[in-house]
Antibody
Framework: QVQLQESGPGLVKPSETLSLTCAVS?????????WGWIRQPPGKGLEWIGS???????YYNPSLKSRVTISVDTSKNQFSLKLSSVTAADTAVYYC???????????WGRGTLVTVSS | QSALTQPASVSGSPGQSITISCTGT?????????VSWYQQHPGKAPKLMIY???KRPSGVSNRFSGSKSGNTASLTISGLQAEDEADYYC???????????FGGGTKLTVL
């Protein structure tokens, strides 16, 4: 079955760049769908960060757009998130997820906790 | 502050029905039939329960149903079971500038 798995450093220093990768298994990214990132600060709600279409078109949360880059590597069947100039407010569980054009997220990774601290 | 407004908590006894509301604006909930609902148990990833306002994915119990009236969407759970105790989040498409917004989440307690 289709699975998503996040990976990346669990600790990032303030002002540095957070980098995460989502590996997709059981489905070829280049076959379709949108692929997104969503985060959840400890004890708080969900926040959509951004998404990428298999063709490479990107869509970002306006409140994070200036700091976010999402890219796709079809050869490795994975997509990635970079969030620059992080602060403690960026501490969260980061999820990768799949969605369709009507913007419902039907498949999620297990999530990875990223802590921003010196 | 979340873009969509949900009650912080709701509760019900086993076998009862509960409804969780999700209030937005004409720019999101009211403007599109692209409302989805997610269930999240502690320490777990969210799970899609309802999409396109009222459609259920394969494998989701028919005790879960969704609806929308104006700028407010609703999730109804009938025949409450202990396993339904979780956090629930609504989500809506919000146009080609904002794209996606979530509600703040509702904690469901099964008494």
């Amino acid at each position: 079955q289709v699975q998503l798995q996040e990976s990346g450093p669990g600790l990032v220093k303030p002002s540095e760049t957070l980098s995460l990768t989502c590996a997709v298994s059981g489905y070829s990214i280049s076959s379709g769908y949108y692929w997104g990132w969503i985060r959840q600060p400890p004890g708080k709600g969900l926040e959509w960060i951004g998404s990428i279409y298999h063709s490479g078109s990107t869509y970002y949360n306006p409140s994070l757009k200036s700091r976010v880059t999402i890219s796709v590597d079809t050869s490795k069947n994975q997509f990635s998130l970079k969030l620059s100039s992080v602060t403690a407010a960026d501490t969260a569980v980061y999820y990768c997820a799949r969605h369709r054009g009507n913007w419902y997220f039907d498949l999620w990774g297990r999530g990875t906790l990223v802590t921003v601290s010196s | 502050q979340s873009a969509l407004t949900q009650p912080a908590s709701v509760s019900g006894s086993p076998g009862q029905s509960i409804t969780i509301s999700c209030t937005g604006t004409s720019s999101d909930v009211g403007g599109y039939n692209y409302v989805s609902w997610y269930q999240q148990h502690p320490g777990k990833a969210p799970k899609l329960m309802i999409y396109d306002v009222s459609k259920r994915p394969s494998g989701v119990s028919n005790r879960f149903s969704g609806s929308k009236s104006g700028n407010t969407a609703s999730l109804t759970i009938s025949g409450l079971q202990a396993e339904d105790e979780a956090d629930y989040y609504c989500c809506s498409y919000a146009g080609s500038s904002t794209f996606v917004v979530f509600g703040g989440g509702t904690k469901l307690t099964v008494l």
